[in-house]
């Protein structure tokens, strides 16, 4: 039951960082920088 | 550095910071044993505790110097010769027993997790170093970092300079940096904040080795912890960037994690308190708020962890134990305050003297100090805190979303930079409810919660670099999470491993590849190659060659700009908005430009451009009128113009 549970949501964790990874590649469409920054 | 073609300096460079880290990493190691922590501490940390600790006498040293008015090149050498005979010997045994320790390391590379995690590491800090050798053109180096070295070289002393109002906070980076301009090289001081960079990296990962490692379930991944922690914290693009410049939070945040180190292992890591050891944690402490005013926060919130620790184990435990307990309670209370007291007390007992004001510009309608006046607050261009309010939970969770995740590229200094924190930094932290919560992960969770907190109501309108601390204890808690998700089963651990594989890999490859336009400066053999980098990506860089070329030899600028850049102006100079009253900032032109006069002003470098203040409008600029009146009087015409940056005679 745990390892289902653990396997289940590894799958989950591995969609949204590959979501986040779209997000990052595509990131010149991302949203528009609204804070300047200081470096 | 020496006249040399870039390529052949940067490597006479990195030959001489070496050296300097292993003096550093000697005399910390001879510090160390006088402590008497040596045998509780692994090799690797008796070199990370080491080398932070031998930064911080390096840096007082320097300082001292540097306030008797002594900071001439020779006397530093003679310092560093004598470093050097202190700790050298040290070091070299330490290595010598350290052979077994690398063969170790190199056998583990034969793990493909491992062998593949190094990689990433080696590239991630090739490529930051790539750019972290390039000539110095980014603007907060070019504010304080360097300009005020650069001001200590030529007076050699350490005075305070009242029209920059960075010029009381603490600055044992600043001290590190001072030595490298004075062994001829800019490049050094970049490169010792460079080093801050892996030593943040390294003391998260032996954290993780030492304390968070399971090996009882007998699982190989477990030995990849390490190299994990110091995989996603070196690719996050927002580090690659930070640790290209001379900056300081990655040497705040290596102090603040080493003084959380230090305490656990004195205070949580048995029943028995370590005194030696929480001595070792204040002193980390000390270095942390020497690095930055707000480096206090952290180390104070521990100290009241240890107060309430030494009550619950007082109050919980049987009488004899609690009496034992209520007769070391000070000693150990002492034991983590007092160097915390001394190192910070140098820093500001120094500002008293000079200004009036132990935490000058800060906190002056309270302490007031040297050009403090409620109309004239240094603070103003430095930002405002948001305080202590609900509608600042949202707002800075608004600016911390954008700084983090939701910002896309930036254009700085015509290079066009990623500084967003990544893909797996924080998403790898949704594998903790996974994890096992022991000891040493919640008190990096409650540490990092702590600092996070603070930073939404009091550092939501600075940089997002202010959370270097944060980010380093997260690449720790999300590579632990991700392990111990990962361990649990073999269809999690395939999927789990490819995905934070293809990550770091895309996540090399982008950095690696944004090096390009670093390359044909950093492997120069042609020193002109610098001057054209300088050119391309400087704005005021024209500015500067004229001044050299045409202003007389006693000239003297004033640098009208919110965030001016004085390192690269070849003649003394005053900033005019920093510390409005000091540059006698007036509405009667005519007071303002008779102040001036007595300054020596002889030219006038304005950035046209919105103020940036954080916390206030874009563009909020309280004297735009009255400077107008100004130029309008004393200005002549218009000497020479680059980007926004104009350069004026006064009359």
Redesign the interface.
């Known amino acids: 039951m745990k390892t289902t549970l653990a396997t289940t949501y590894s799958l989950l964790l591995v969609l949204f960082i590959l979501y986040m990874l779209v997000q990052y590649v595509f990131r010149w469409q991302n949203l528009p920088n609204l804070i300047p920054l200081s470096n | 550095m020496f006249g040399l073609p870039p390529l052949l300096a940067h490597i006479a460079e990195l030959l001489t910071i070496t050296l300097l880290v292993g003096i550093a990493t000697g005399v910390g190691l001879v510090m160390l044993r006088l402590l008497r922590v040596t045998p509780v501490l692994s090799l690797g940390e008796r070199l990370l505790f080491g080398t932070m600790l031998g930064y911080g006498t390096m840096s007082l040293l320097v300082l001292a110097v540097g306030l008797l008015g002594l900071l001439y090149t020779p006397v530093v050498l003679v310092i560093l010769v004598a470093l050097a005979a202190l700790g050298l010997p040290l070091l070299a045994r330490t290595f010598w027993e350290a052979a077994p320790a690398l063969r170790n390391a190199f056998n583990n590379l034969r793990y493909l997790p491992n062998l593949f995690l190094a990689i990433v590491i080696v590239l991630c800090v090739a490529a930051s170093l790539t750019k972290a050798l390039v000539p110095v053109a980014?603007?907060?180096d070019l504010m304080y970092h360097l300009a005020l070295p650069r001001r200590y070289v030529e007076q050699h002393a350490i005075n305070f300079y009242p029209d920059s109002n960075y010029s009381l906070f603490p600055q044992i980076m600043e001290m590190l940096y001072t030595v490298g301009l004075l062994l001829g090289s800019d490049r050094i001081s970049v490169l010792f904040a460079f080093t801050t960079g892996l030593l943040a990296a390294a003391s998260a990962a032996l954290f993780a080795k030492r304390l968070l490692a399971e090996r009882d379930d007998g699982h190989p991944l477990w030995q990849s912890l390490p190299l994990l922690v110091a995989a996603i914290f070196l690719s996050t693009p927002l580090h690659g960037?930070i640790m290209r410049?001379a900056n300081t939070d990655f040497a705040q945040a290596t102090a603040e994690m080493l003084a959380i180190y230090a305490f656990y292992m004195a205070v949580m890591a048995s029943p028995q308190i370590n005194t030696r050891l929480l001595v070792l944690s204040g002193i980390c402490g000390g270095l942390s708020f020497s690095v930055k005013y707000y480096g206090i926060l952290l180390p104070g919130a521990l100290g009241l962890a240890l107060l309430a620790i030494l009550f619950t184990r007082w109050r919980k435990g049987d009488p004899t134990v609690g009496k034992t307990i209520a007769s070391n309670a000070l000693r150990n209370v002492l034991a983590y305050g007092v160097p915390i007291l001394v190192i910070g007390g140098v820093w500001l007992l120094r500002n008293f003297l000079a200004s009036g004001n132990p935490v000058w510009p800060a906190l002056g309608n309270i302490l007031g100090g040297s050009y403090w006046s409620p109309a004239a607050d240094p603070e103003v261009l430095l930002g405002t805190i948001p305080g202590l309010k609900w509608e600042s939970i949202p707002s800075g969770l608004e600016?911390q979303y954008?700084?983090t995740?939701?910002?896309?590229?930036?254009p700085?200094?015509n290079h066009i930079y990623?500084?967003?924190i990544?893909?797996?930094l924080i998403?790898?932290l949704?594998?903790l409810?996974?994890a096992r919560w022991k000891a040493p992960l919640r008190l990096v969770l409650y540490s990092a919660a702590f600092v996070w907190v603070v930073s939404l109501f009091y550092f939501s309108r600075?940089?997002?670099?202010y959370l270097a601390t944060v980010f380093l204890l997260c690449a720790l808690m999300g590579a632990y999470g991700l392990i111990s998700?990962?361990v649990?089963?073999r269809?999690?651990?395939l999927?789990?491993g490819?995905?934070?594989a293809?990550?770091l890999t895309?996540l090399t490859l982008d950095t690696t590849l944004s090096t390009r336009p670093f390359l044909s400066t950093t492997f120069a053999l042609d020193r002109a190659a610098e001057d054209r980098y300088l050119d391309a990506h400087m704005d005021d860089y024209p500015i500067m060659q004229y001044l050299a070329v045409n202003a007389p030899s006693d000239s003297v600028v004033y640098d009208w700009d919110s965030?001016p850049r004085g390192y690269r102006i070849p003649h003394p100079y005053i900033y005019g908005r920093l510390v409005p009253k000091y540059s006698g900032v007036s509405p009667n032109p005519d007071e303002w430009h008779a102040r001036l006069k007595a300054l020596g002003i002889t030219h006038v470098l304005v950035h046209n451009r919105d103020v940036?203040a954080?916390g206030y409008p874009?563009g909020y600029d309280p004297d735009r009128e009255i400077f107008q009146a100004l130029a309008n009087r004393y200005f002549g015409p218009p000497l020479v113009t680059s980007g926004n940056f104009t350069l004026y005679e006064l009359r």
């Open positions: 980014t603007q907060d960037f410049a600016y954008i700084a995740l939701g910002r896309k590229p930036l700085i200094d990623v500084v967003s990544g893909p797996l998403t790898s949704l594998a409810p996974f600075a940089s997002i670099r998700l990962a649990r089963s269809i999690g651990a999927a789990l490819s995905v934070v293809l990550t895309l965030r940036f954080p874009p």
